[in-house]
DNA sequence: AAGTGGTCTAGACCACCCA
DNA sequence: GGGTGGTCTAGACCACTTC
């Protein structure tokens, strides 16, 4: 039997004659309902019959709220039992070979780093899809540096990793060594997987003036996702622009899958 | 007006008796739509009321299928207005170890190419010595193609190979079937492995008018050297310039060789 | 004004799970 | 068998965009 207490605590937020459609204020309602710790993990939420009735809705309008968490992975449905308040795990699983990455082929070249900024604030909605936070769940750590080799700006970089995870790494300098690094020294953090995106654009101003080049002038955009081995799920999302002047990918092809 | 060749083809793929549920077989069928180039990006998919009639379900049965080509991010509703197809760059996978290219990730694509032209000729210094041909030693085949995803140019490319090597491919017809494909077949040449660079670069006046995009446009610009089993040389050497608003490249990293 | 997607109803029958 | 989620209907009114 579920608690007495989830009734009244659903009822609390709605309100029908608002504006804000029924089925968001039910789904935030549901969501109350877990984050509060009224309904825990592995329990079951009320019947969609129950809620409907309770709430003086249909039960499509339930199904539209509680539809909408089970896709957000809060919740799960199985089919004649009921539905489930899942344990917080998401599932990434990482495969594939291969291997790359930006700072190769800078071999012999001189490189540093100059840290534009580095604050804690809150995700984007974008930045929390890519590193699976809920939304506004937590902070994130966003860094901005430029890269240099040989002393001209070759890339402009902004990382972003989840604050609970990553905040030791606050106390790092990066001026003079690597992200990678001090997330295994300091976080214990080893990635070791990912995927990347790269696609062709042309510099805006922002970019234009932090790398030295001409606006319009083309650059690389590299987008990454790492994962780390100790957990499942991102420690880091990566944007970088690169310029597209004195940066190429190099790419060696071996065997098989030629058509 | 959309073109009358949607209701048909759609119906095509439905059957109300069937015992998969209705929303999954819209669904799929309007997928199919997509896919096939029936409806292009940027257009607009039948509104709801038309294909609930035609399929002769309700409209939340359509919506129910729509909805989740939304949330997969094929489609995009914008309120008022329609429903559309949402304009996705390509994508190409860049294995490290292995295949490369950009064939693939085309999958569902309507794709062919325009032979523009293919001609043999005296090859220039660089591309003899990109082909390991000794100067003036004998000729080359320059093959340059557009090619097509779903009606629209995506890359030009330019082949050069050694005349007396790949001379059977001159009886090919390049705008059906594939340069390697005939490579294989008629000069019984099987790519083995290569080498290839990606620059950023801004379209010129001559790729922009082929690719039908402004001059000044990001794309990539694909270099690639490919070897053959049987011969211990290169046998193509091949410039790709791809549309960088149609097109991003892919990759999986996976372990090691992280900084 | 006409057409579109957004929300919502009050039911219905089905397949599945558990006691 | 009784309760659960899965699918589906045949409408309705609203808000928004476009013409």
Same mark, same amino acid.
């Given at each position: 039997m579920l608690p007495l207490s989830t009734k009244p605590f659903l009822l609390k937020h709605f309100n029908p004659a608002s504006k804000i459609p029924k089925y968001l204020q039910i789904r935030e309602a549901v969501r109350g309902l877990i984050e509060k710790g009224i309904v825990l993990e592995q329990e079951t939420i009320p019947p969609e019959r129950d809620l409907a009735e309770w709430f003086g809705v249909s039960r499509m309008t339930v199904r539209q709220a509680v539809d909408e968490l089970v896709r957000e992975g809060l919740l799960e449905k199985r089919l004649g039992d009921g539905t489930f308040v899942k344990d917080q795990k *998401? @599932?990434?699983?990482? #495969?594939?070979?291969?291997? +790359?990455?930006?700072?190769?082929?800078?071999?012999? !070249?001189?490189? #540093?780093?100059?840290?534009?900024?580095?604050?804690?604030? &809150?995700?984007?909605?974008?930045?929390? !899809? !890519? *590193?699976?936070?809920?939304?506004?769940?937590?902070?994130?750590?966003?860094?901005?540096?430029? &890269?240099?080799?040989?002393?001209?700006?070759?890339?402009?970089?902004?990382?972003? /990793?989840? +604050? =609970?995870?990553?905040?030791?790494? /606050?106390?790092?300098?990066?001026?003079?060594? @690597?992200?990678? #690094? #001090?997330?295994?020294?300091?976080?214990?953090?080893?990635?070791?997987?990912? !995927?990347?995106?790269?696609?062709?654009?042309?510099?805006?101003?922002? =970019?234009?003036?932090?790398l030295q080049i001409p606006v319009g002038q083309p650059c690389f955009l590299l987008c990454r996702t790492m994962y780390a081995e100790q957990v499942n799920r991102p420690v880091e999302y990566v944007e970088t622009m690169i310029r597209g002047d004195k940066f190429m990918f190099v790419n060696q092809i071996d065997g098989k899958g030629i058509e």
């Open positions: *998401l @599932s990434g699983r990482m #495969h594939g070979a291969g291997s +790359f990455s930006d700072e190769i082929a800078l071999s012999g !070249k001189r490189t #540093h780093s100059k840290m534009l900024g580095q604050v804690v604030t &809150r995700p984007t909605e974008q930045i929390a !899809k !890519k *590193l699976e936070i809920e939304e506004g769940e937590t902070s994130v750590i966003r860094i901005e540096r430029i &890269r240099y080799v040989n002393e001209y700006p070759i890339s402009h970089q902004i990382s972003y /990793l989840p +604050f =609970n995870l990553c905040y030791p790494i /606050l106390s790092a300098d990066l001026n003079v060594s @690597s992200l990678y #690094h #001090h997330l295994a020294q300091s976080a214990g953090m080893v990635m070791k997987a990912g !995927k990347e995106t790269i696609q062709a654009i042309v510099a805006d101003d922002v =970019n234009a003036e932090l």
